[in-house]
């Protein structure tokens, strides 16, 4: 079976990156490591970036190159797909920026997660696999919280104290107007089992971590 290389990344521009230097508790964003954690390996050789303290390696070339995009990050995120798109990679975009805004992410990659991506994640990953991937992927439904796997931790670098983010609950029971989580999320507020969180947990090797 032929391997195919997935880049996957947590982006970060130079003025974020410079503001969150400043701050003592910069625990990883969890949703690459999270995704990899779906990723097979028999299929895929798996790569994760964060922008935090690593480089993007633009000279190398990936089969495939996911990003998380968020608002603030939008235009660096457009612009690093403009890079591995030249060189001939393909590029998914997800997250909640790309969730609220389709119709612009599209212009700059080649394929859309939009919601929440544990059911719609795996089946891209396998289309793609087999060359027949759709542009957009959309979560229908809010997923369920239960038997998620564990995040690939060993896939993070250089971030020994600050690499154990975990999720128990999804979503928000209320309705404030200012708010857009209901528009990344399914209107629905979500748990996890306690034990599968507690299971996360001890698979964090420092003994630090954040909900």
Known sequence: ???????????????????????????????????????????????????????????????????????ANAFHCYEIASVFKKSGSKVAFGGPHTTLVPEEAKEYCDFLIIGEAEDTWPQFLEDFYLGNAKEVYRCLKAP????????RRDLIKKRYFTKGSVFATRGCPYHCSYCNLKQIYEDSFRTRPIKEVIEDIKSIKSKYFVF
């Open 1 to 71: 079976m032929i391997k195919k290389s997935i880049l996957m990344i947590t982006p970060e521009n130079e003025e974020i990156n410079k503001f969150r230097r400043l701050q003592v508790n910069n625990f990883i964003q969890i949703t690459m490591p999270y995704l990899a954690a779906y990723v097979d390996e028999s299929k895929y050789n798996v790569y994760l970036i964060d922008e935090y303290n690593q480089k993007i390696p633009f000279h190398l070339k990936f089969d495939l190159v996911v990003v998380t995009v968020n608002t």
């Open 144 to 151: 369920t919280l239960k038997h998620l796997p564990i995040p």
